[in-house]
């Protein structure tokens, strides 16, 4: 008696087994080594180089996302609450503007603030980042306590912030900074301090109680109300964040580009939004990953500098990053659709 049973449970256990599926991470994870094979393959036969033996070509490909990278952490937090975030863009620019207006060297002769040149950097740095999360903050207090819809309160900051950053310096360009604020973008800095954020927000979103409220508020926020989530206060949180991310990759930007224009930071919010989606965040919230995140940046990146490689002309770069956009959401839509079944 006591073999057939053992046999009974084992027969069900063997199809229960079966069903387990990779992690969406480690699924991603392989979508990018197929990408990185394939643009190899192409370098030999188009080009007749290797794409991934040049470690200067990988170098730069993950400095120049490493910005990006930064945003999407916040834009991340943002989409599994349900939400949406057009604006980091937009205040990208406007923090690399004032950041770096208040970095100017004195041996600039066209210093915006002459009187406030040769600050130490952690003046202009405070000051970017205080700007990133005011921006946030009001995008929050505009989403939790007016209603109105996340797409059109940061459509609004994303338009407001572009406006503020051109008026600042009625378009001019801020040039002349000191080397100790440019020493935050140089070298492999930045990619240090998206990898901090990362780290920092994967720890906080999958250990601690802020995390725990942002999936429940996503997934069924009338829920997450009853059980005596404060959904305003809590929005405003991951919006201030959000903002407040922005504002450093703001920062990072000015610094690396050892100058500040009005236009820094256009469709940077798209991009974050994009690499959020392929890492599996799904944009009708509740579900996402840091982790993911990360590879999706990285995805992006990999595109880019591939496309690049093969000297696809930029136009067509355009088009293709859209159609991967548009799969990774059809891939989260059968998704969510599978796990309802």
Known sequence: MSVQNTSATSSIAVPAASKRRLPVEASILLILIGIALVFEVLGWIVIGQSFLANPQRLTIMILQVSVIGIIAVGVTQVIITGGIDLSSGSVVGLTAMIAASLAQSSAWTKALYPALTDLPPIVPVLVGLGTGLLAGTINGLLIAYTKIPPFIATLGMMVSARGLSKWYTKGQPVSGLTDS???????????????????????????????????????????ARVS???????????????????????????????TAQAGMGVMYE???????????????????RITGTVIGTIILGTMTSGFTFLRVDAFYQEIIKGMIIIAAVVADVYRQKSRKK
């Open 181 to 223: 604020f440019t020493t935050i973008g140089s070298g492999i800095w930045p990619v240090v301090i998206f990898l901090t954020v990362a780290l920092i927000f994967h720890v906080a979103l999958r250990y601690t109680r802020y995390g725990k409220f942002t999936y429940a508020i996503g997934a069924n926020v009338q829920a």
């Open 228 to 258: 005596g989530i404060d959904i305003e206060r809590h929005l405003i949180k991951v919006y201030a964040i959000a903002g407040l991310l922005s504002g450093l990759a703001g920062v990072v930007t000015a610094a690396r580009a050892q």
């Open 270 to 288: 798209l991009d974050a939004i994009a690499a959020a989606v392929i890492g599996g965040t799904s944009l009708t919230g509740g579900v996402g």
